[in-house]
């Protein structure tokens, strides 16, 4: 089993340097693969992701990077019209989310 698997990562300070050169290690591995080989990576998995700050450079990059393993994306980069207009709280957003997502990204000023 990974290591990262079910665990919340909030920071790169959340990864020692063993934990890194592993990341990168997988990394190089997936980009020798042939494009075919690495749509089935993650095929039928989605991406979820929450943007409480605009982003247009990262929320692409993780749509990109989905697409390339073979995944879907799905989320809301204008929070104006979520939930959250309603007084839905973050916690509640991230509940929800998660029911439609494998992995979920969150990018918040907190």
Do not use: W
Not at 3 to 31: G, P, R, T, V
Not at 86 to 101: F, H, P
Request: aromatic share 8%; charged share 25%; proline share 3%.
């Amino acid at each position: 089993m990974n290591e990262f698997y079910q665990k919340d990562i909030i920071s790169i300070k959340d990864f020692n340097k063993a934990q890194l050169e592993q990341i990168f290690a997988s990394s190089d591995k997936i980009m020798k693969l042939n494009p075919i080989e690495r749509r089935e990576i993650c095929k039928g998995n989605t991406l979820g992701y929450l943007f409480y700050e605009p982003s247009t450079r990262t929320r692409l990059s993780f749509d990109a990077a989905m697409a390339s393993v073979g995944g879907n994306s799905l989320g809301i980069s204008d929070i104006s019209s979520s939930s959250t207009k309603k007084g839905e709280s973050l916690a509640d957003t991230v509940r929800i989310m998660s029911n439609y997502s494998d992995v979920l990204v969150l990018r918040h000023p907190l």
